[in-house]
């Protein structure tokens, strides 16, 4: 099993830029993909980026492309997401996903993390 926790969460203006890191531990490598969800109030959890271990390969929801960077540390065993020119509505808690970029293909999720950007 893969265990995963969460940091970097917080309250930013619009326009800010927060990173959120992931720590993984456990059998990280029986998952090929790691990635990073997140869940507004109201609606329901949204694939944002992804990245494989191997060649870094990276995946990006159409409202990230441009603005979040996903990378990762194989050494470390860590994942990142850099978040630039946030806007109000990348408000949502959000989560990190060991195992696809579908939520029904994530074998395991961290505890999710808090980002509020406001206006």
């Known amino acids: 099993q893969v265990q995963l926790a969460e940091s970097g969460g917080g309250l930013v203006q619009a326009g800010g830029s927060l990173r959120l890191s992931c720590a993984a531990s456990?059998?990280?490598?029986?998952?090929?993909?790691m990635g990073w969800f997140r869940q507004a109030p109201g609606k329901e959890r949204e694939f944002v980026a992804a990245i494989t271990w191997g060649i870094g390969r990276t995946y990006y929801a159409d409202s990230a492309k441009g603005r979040f960077t996903i990378s990762r540390d194989n050494a470390k065993n860590m994942v990142y997401l850099q978040m630039n020119s946030l806007k109000t509505e990348d408000t949502a808690v959000y989560y990190c996903?060991?195992?696809?970029?579908?939520?029904?293909?994530?074998?395991?999720w961290g505890q999710g993390t808090q980002v509020t950007v406001s206006s």
């Open positions: 996903a060991a195992g696809g970029t579908e939520v029904h293909k994530v074998a395991a």
């Open positions: 456990g059998r990280t490598r029986t998952t090929a993909i």
